[in-house]
Nanobody, 123 residues
Framework: QLQLVESGGGLVQPGGSLRLSCAYS????????IGWFRQAPGKEREGVSC????????NYADSVKGRFTISRDNAKNTVYLQMNSLKPEDTAVYYC????????????????WGQGTQVTVSS
């Protein structure tokens, strides 16, 4: 059973940092693009970042460029989202998703989704 599990969320003050992890259970996800989406209360889900299967291509939403960094370690079956200079508007549930198409995963999410991890930025 393919599974994506997010971790690393929590409560952090504005300006702080968190690193989210997305661990995947199926080795063939090495060939999948992995994306991060988020959904704040009362808002639609939005794409945050995406990384290709090789790690050679990445994309970021304008709202997080220069603050967030996505990376992957296929040896550990894990994708990371390093979030720095966090703002209250980054508060949301963050989901990772996996898909065969990089573009589709970037724009709409992939075929597989995790359960999400809560990130709250507040003083």
């Amino acid at each position: 059973q393919l599974q994506l599990v997010e971790s690393g969320g929590g409560l952090v003050q504005p300006g702080g940092s968190l690193r989210l992890s997305c661990a995947y259970s199926k080795i063939t996800l090495d060939y999948y693009a992995i994306g991060w989406f988020r959904q704040a209360p009362g808002k639609e889900r939005e794409g945050v970042s995406c990384i290709s299967s090789s790690g050679g291509s990445t994309n970021y939403a304008d709202s997080v460029k220069g603050r967030f960094t996505i990376s992957r370690d296929n040896a550990k079956n894990t994708v990371y989202l390093q979030m720095n200079s966090l703002k209250p508007e980054d508060t949301a549930v963050y989901y990772c998703t996996a898909g065969r198409s990089y573009v589709a995963t970037l724009l709409r999410g992939g075929d597989y989704w995790g359960q999400g991890t809560q990130v709250t930025v507040s003083s």
